[in-house]
């Protein structure tokens, strides 16, 4: 019923910058939260950043002060720059959205962070 459309992976160099964006579609309710997700291989999807509706943020220990999540509520919008770039950033990154009918899933975008 609701449908996640991310943009903006691709490949940047160690220390670079990158920005994502995810708009979500399809919804006549209110999105409780959006965040970032990430898998790398071999490895399980884990939360980069979370905002809910009121602003409030949730970051991993290791993206804290590199990574910026912000929210367009009335977009139903979610972004995340991504600054300091690391190769250990490397993986998919996906968008999710927590509604009153549950959650769900964008397609993933792949961010490749290497010289």
């Known amino acids: 019923q609701v449908q996640l459309v991310e943009s903006g992976g691709g490949l940047v160099q160690p220390g670079g910058s990158l920005g994502l964006s995810c708009a979500a579609s399809g919804s006549r309710f209110s999105i409780y939260a959006m965040g970032w997700y990430r898998q790398a291989p071999g490895k399980q999807r884990e939360l980069v950043a979370a905002i809910r509706s009121g602003g409030r943020t949730n970051y991993a220990d290791s993206v804290k002060g590199r990574f910026t999540i912000s929210r367009d509520n009335a977009k139903n919008t979610v972004y995340l720059q991504m600054n300091s770039l690391k190769p250990e950033d490397t993986a998919d990154y996906y968008c999710?959205?927590?509604?009153?009918?549950?959650?769900?899933w964008g397609q993933g975008t792949q961010v490749t962070v290497s010289s």
């Open positions: 999710n959205a927590q509604t009153p009918k549950g959650d769900y």
